[in-house]
């Protein structure tokens, strides 16, 4: 099959439940792992209607009134939770034109005083008064535990992929439960001749992204392996899935994860609106000492198809400290001011000369 890419591959998840089609859906998949690191995902066992509610509340979080959004903001929290303003994050230190709101799989933190800080990220999120947008926290907390157990259901074809046992990444979990993370983001259109970096070209961390496009503008884009970016526009009923550095660093580089942004929509048009979930791994595992024995034919792909090109930075702190670790600081780099206010430690590690201002909006 092609070792580089002009379009992301669509993958049938139904084919992957009936015996006869499952081999076909699983050639798809390790395709799209070892070549692309992006495809999207259809009849999948979500319901249309849940992710039509879902979209219906985006715009409405986004008009809550100023006061309920200011008490949601993410300085409040130790875990990263709550509401970005827009212009309020970096991505490797370029400000993003969007504006977002971060929730997750419903945990309380364990850490403990004298426990690693980085156990702090996990934690309960910060939800909208109920009266304010009745319905929303039971429709997003159930929409999240959707979507982590559907991306523990394509971890499992992940691994058969890849001609290991299904539950090969089961041990990079907790037991008593993982944290997973997902945000809405809102890109408006730029005012003017301003920047139109949506999110600016990045790796996610984790194992796997699922991205419900809530909206039908384009703007996501995904580098090829000739370093040209490919439209990935919303297509109806999918989720895009890619790979995350994590998962990347565990099958050896055969996984690949690929570099992508988001450009903000046209001039003069309505926002653009996503939803992505990240499916993350147990905080106390160093990634990089845990890395899988790939079967020899499986290891073959990666060598006929040779380096992979990124301009973009590689992860390879997971070579040495916890993956909570890593998460903390890729948290840390893109929202200072929450840094400073609840790692003041790591804050002056990466920002020695302060919190940066120029033209950020807090
Ligand atoms: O909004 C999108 O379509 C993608 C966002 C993204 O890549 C991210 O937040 O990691
Ligand atoms: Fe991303």
Request: hydrophobic share 35%.
């Amino acid at each position: 099959m092609a070792t580089n890419f002009s379009s992301i591959p669509i993958l049938d998840f139904s084919l992957s439940s009936n015996p006869e089609t499952k081999p076909l859906f699983l050639a798809e998949l390790r395709n799209a792992l070892t070549n692309v690191g992006f495809y999207y995902l259809k009849n999948h066992p979500i319901p249309q209607a849940e992710i039509d509610a879902i979209i219906a509340y985006v715009p409405r979080f986004f008009d809550l009134p100023d006061a309920e959004k200011e008490r949601l903001r993410m300085v409040h929290s130790p875990h990263f939770f709550g509401y970005s303003r827009f212009g309020a994050e970096l991505t490797k230190g370029k400000v993003d034109q969007r504006e977002q709101y971060d929730f997750g799989t419903s945990l309380q933190s364990k850490w403990q005083p004298g426990d690693p800080e980085y156990l702090k990220l996990w934690g309960p999120s910060q939800w909208p008064e109920e009266h304010l947008l009745p319905g929303f926290r039971a429709a997003f907390a159930s929409y999240i535990d959707g979507l982590q157990k559907l991306s523990y259901r394509l971890l499992s074809l992940v691994a058969e992929a890849l001609e290991l046992p299904p539950d090969a990444f089961a041990h990079f979990f907790e037991q008593d439960g993982n944290e997973d993370r997902a945000k809405i983001v809102k890109y408006p259109a730029p005012a003017d001749d301003s920047s139109d970096q949506g999110v600016g070209p990045h790796f996610d961390g984790g194992f796997l992204t699922l991205l419900l496009q809530a909206s039908p503008h384009r703007g996501l884009q995904v580098q090829n392996r000739s370093g040209q970016w490919i439209d990935a526009p919303p297509t109806p009923g999918t989720f895009v899935v890619n790979i995350g550095k994590a998962l990347e660093t565990v099958t050896q580089g055969v996984a690949i994860a690929t570099s992508h942004r988001v450009l903000s929509p046209e001039k003069g048009s309505t926002p653009r609106y996503s939803i992505p979930f990240f499916q993350m791994v147990s905080q106390g595992t160093v990634i990089g000492r845990q890395v899988l024995d790939m079967p020899p034919g499986i290891l073959k792909i990666k060598e006929a198809r040779g380096q992979v090109i990124a301009d973009s930075i590689n992860y390879s702190e997971y070579n040495e400290l916890p993956s909570g670790l890593v998460a903390l600081i890729g948290r840390v780099k893109s929202h200072p001011d929450v840094a400073e206010r609840h790692y003041p430690e790591l804050f002056n590690k990466f920002f020695p000369d302060g919190l940066p201002t120029h033209g950020l909006a807090y």
